[in-house]
């Protein structure tokens, strides 16, 4: 079996869509390996009777390491949308369904008519497929006329044309 490259030069090329995948393994490894310390660590508890050490370390440590493995949850995106895998469910958001979306370097909140999805962005993510993504995500917000607050239009630099060559420091003077 032939691994699939998602980077393919030419976007308007219908028979080779875009699709890109960002992952965030070492959030997520450090939760399992938070949720793994805390089976451990209540294992001892309970052999010395410590019950209020149990509630505590299930709650605190168990709480934070299952908090991180459902924060970085893989994302992948393609023509038609986003879609988030969490452990415990997968959330498919079509680019045209997203009406509003702030956020910045480290978060991104996408709203649609009817729900609202949290996610972890670009300094996170990790993988060869990440600044596709993000320049895919800026094409599809400016596309479908999301409303994009300042701050996260000013990190996808959405008011840039990046088609125009930078003028350079020494044609300045």
Request: proline fraction near 5%.
């Amino acid at each position: 079996m032939q691994p699939q490259h998602s980077k393919l030069p030419n976007s308007s090329d219908p028979t080779h869509p875009r699709r890109y995948r960002v992952r965030m393994p070492l959030l997520f490894g450090f939760g399992a390996l938070t949720c793994a310390a805390t089976v451990v660590l209540v294992a001892t508890a309970v052999y010395q009777h410590a019950w209020t050490a149990v509630t505590v370390l299930t709650l605190l440590f168990g709480g934070s390491g299952m908090a991180l493995m459902l924060m970085a949850a893989p994302l992948e995106g393609d023509e038609d949308g986003l879609t988030v895998r969490r452990l415990h469910r997968h959330t498919r958001i079509a680019w045209s369904d997203i009406v509003a979306a702030q956020g910045d370097a480290d978060r991104l909140l996408l709203r649609t008519r009817g729900s609202r999805e949290s996610l972890l962005s670009y300094s996170y993510w990790r993988g060869e497929d990440r600044n596709g993504l993000y320049l895919l995500i800026r094409e599809k917000f400016a596309a479908h006329g999301t409303e994009v607050a300042p701050r996260l239009r000013a990190f996808l630099r959405m008011d840039e044309d990046f088609l125009q060559p930078l003028p350079r420091d020494d044609d300045a003077t």
